[in-house]
C-alpha cells in the first residue's frame, strides 16, 4: 500500500482534547478502509503566516499513514466538511520516517536549550548582548541620569535662514 504524510490545521478555539477526538475520527476512517496509521504526532498550537477563516493560530497535527488511496480520500471529504479543520495536506512518499518528526526534535531542543540558560540572545533575564536589557548605549555604557530632552519644535523657532539673519 501507498505511504502518506498527512498534516491538517484545526482551530484555535477547539481544545488539545477535540483535537485528539478529530485525530482518533479520523485513524478510524481509515483502519476502516482497510489501512493503518503508524504515527500521530501532536505539534501543539502555532502561529500562521496568514489568517485562515479569521485564525490567527492553529493546532497542528501529522499523521503518518499506510492506506489505499480510498481511505486518504474519504479522510479528506470528512476533514472538508468539518468546520474545525481550517486546512490539510496529503503527501505521497516514498518510505515513512522512524521517530520523531523534524517539527518534535525542534521543540525537543528549544526545551533543552531553555533549561541549559543559553538562548539565541544570550541570557533570557534580561543579561546584555545585543538585544539584551543591559541599559547600556550601543558600546555597553551606562547612560546615567541626562537632563530631560528639549522639545525639537522649540528648537526651530530660534532658527531663522541665513539670508534673514543677513538682512537684519
Do not use: C
Amino acid at each position: 500500500m501507498p505511504l502518506y504524510e498527512h498534516v491538517y490545521l484545526a482551530r484555535q478555539d477547539v481544545s488539545a482534547q477535540q483535537v485528539e477526538d478529530l485525530t482518533k475520527q479520523f485513524t478510524t476512517v481509515i483502519e476502516g478502509l482497510g489501512g493503518k496509521v503508524t504515527k500521530a504526532e501532536y505539534w501543539g498550537v502555532k502561529s500562521l503566516n496568514f489568517r485562515i477563516r479569521k485564525n490567527r493560530k492553529a493546532h497542528f497535527t501529522l499523521l503518518n499513514v499506510d492506506a489505499p488511496p480510498a481511505a486518504l480520500t474519504e479522510v479528506e471529504r470528512q476533514q472538508r466538511i468539518n468546520e474545525d479543520v481550517l486546512r490539510y495536506l496529503t503527501v505521497r512518499v516514498d518510505e515513512l520516517e522512524e521517530g520523531p518528526s523534524a517539527m518534535m526534535r525542534k521543540v525537543e531542543r528549544d526545551r533543552e536549550r531553555d533549561e541549559r540558560g543559553g538562548g539565541r540572545f544570550g541570557d533570557r533575564e534580561g543579561g546584555g548582548g545585543r538585544f539584551g536589557g543591559g541599559g547600556g548605549d550601543r558600546f555597553g555604557r551606562d547612560r546615567g541620569d541626562r537632563p530631560p530632552r528639549r522639545d525639537r519644535d522649540d528648537d526651530r523657532g530660534d532658527r531663522r535662514p541665513a539670508e534673514a539673519a543677513t538682512e537684519e
